[in-house]
């Protein structure tokens, strides 16, 4: 997990409107010293990190995502699919799969790519980690 960073970033107004800058937590997976990966088409930033700022940005679901998580692991619930504005996320004890919210299952070339897939352990630690960064950030 040492590659994921948490950080807030600052969104400007446009030129001459009368709104406010936005502020908002983000995650990014950072590609280690030496690395030539393209951060930003690697698989952690386009799934985990993306669902984490896009639809896990309240303690509270953070919370609810988390508890699902560890009935999941303790065997009292076999399934979970959490539906959110950027990403559909099925929770099993085999694992975490990703997939766009604006892709149905019908559209087999974007449904379930292996590269949306995680271990429950995985997300869970990024998760929980996500989750006491937002909380630290009230």
Not at 16 to 28: D, F, L
Not at 52 to 79: P, W
Not at 107 to 119: C, I, K, L, M, P
Request: proline share 5%; net charge negative; charged share 20%.
């Amino acid at each position: 997990m040492k590659h994921i960073h948490f950080l807030h970033r600052e969104q400007l107004p446009v030129p001459g409107s009368q709104a406010k800058a936005v502020r908002y937590p983000t995650c990014e997976w950072r590609a280690p010293a030496g690395d030539a990966s393209d951060a930003a088409h690697h698989p952690w930033n386009r799934f985990v990190c993306s669902w984490l700022t896009s639809d896990m940005a309240d303690v509270a679901h953070c919370d609810e995502v988390l508890h699902v998580m560890a009935q999941i692991e303790a065997g009292t619930r076999e399934t979970w699919f959490v539906d959110g504005n950027a990403f559909n996320v099925d929770l099993q004890a085999t694992g975490v799969q990703f997939n766009p919210s604006n892709v149905g299952p019908e559209d087999t070339a974007y449904w379930n790519q292996a590269q949306g897939r995680f271990t429950l352990t995985e997300v869970q630690a990024v998760l929980r980690l996500w989750r006491d960064f937002l909380a630290q950030s009230r």
